[in-house]
């Protein structure tokens, strides 16, 4: 694997490490590209968007790993709105965004819960969704899924959650293996992301691997091996 595109710092208020420690341990995974997703401003402890506003002092390389500057955003009300402005959101690389306890919105059902992350879907600088088979905040993943394919935005395939033996709640593995069956028939590919708050995780997807056979996929199905594609997919070139 070459790419991780779901990575915390320190920053983000419940994460540990820098960018420069977070390139490091990507460099030692054998990583060529990494994400630096920290939490919007309505996560508590999370920076605010001033943070935000100066990914572009970034170096572009650290430790021979390419750097992308992003955000994880979340959704804050009934309108699939984020809690960083247009003006923020369009000077990042890309927008993950995904819906989190405490941080504006409130679970309201299944049905609303997807109507409101499919408006998130329309927002056209939302490039990726976090975890959405995986949040406390469930959500029609059928919908959801068919949804991103439409909108040509990515749905990771969340490593924290086999770090953590989250998988072992069935609903949640039975959403994934939708997710993965959807995009495997329209021919679409995934990405696996470590969702790190710690240097340590970064690039770690062991635990994913070994699923592989239960989830019907191979690294054919993933984009995790072309840093191009990435690239090309964001309009970022390094």
Known sequence: MKIDLHTHT????HAFGTVWENAKAAKSQGLELIAITDHGPAMPGAPNK???????????????????FGVEANIINNNGD?????????????VMAGLHEDCGYSDQGVEKNTEVLIKTMSNPYVKMISHPYASQIKVDIEKIT??????????????????????????????LKTMVNIFKANNKKMIIN?????????GRFDN???KFDELGINNDDLLNNDPDAILKFFNISI
Do not use: Q
Not at 50 to 64: A, T
Not at 194 to 202: G, L, M, N, R, V
């Open 50 to 68: 001033l943070y935000f506003m100066c990914g572009s002092r970034m170096p572009r390389i650290i430790e021979g790993v390419k750097i992308l």
């Open 146 to 175: 068919k949804t991103a394919i439409e909108k040509n935005i990515l749905l990771e395939i969340n490593a924290s959650y086999f770090r953590k033996s989250k998988l072992e709640n069935e609903d949640m593995w039975s959403k």
């Open 208 to 210: 994913v691997i070994a």
């Open 10 to 13: 320190i920053i983000s208020g």
């Open 82 to 94: 984020l809690d960083l402005p247009d003006n923020v959101l369009k000077k990042l690389d890309f």
């Open 194 to 202: 470590s969702d790190s708050h710690s240097p340590f995780e970064i």
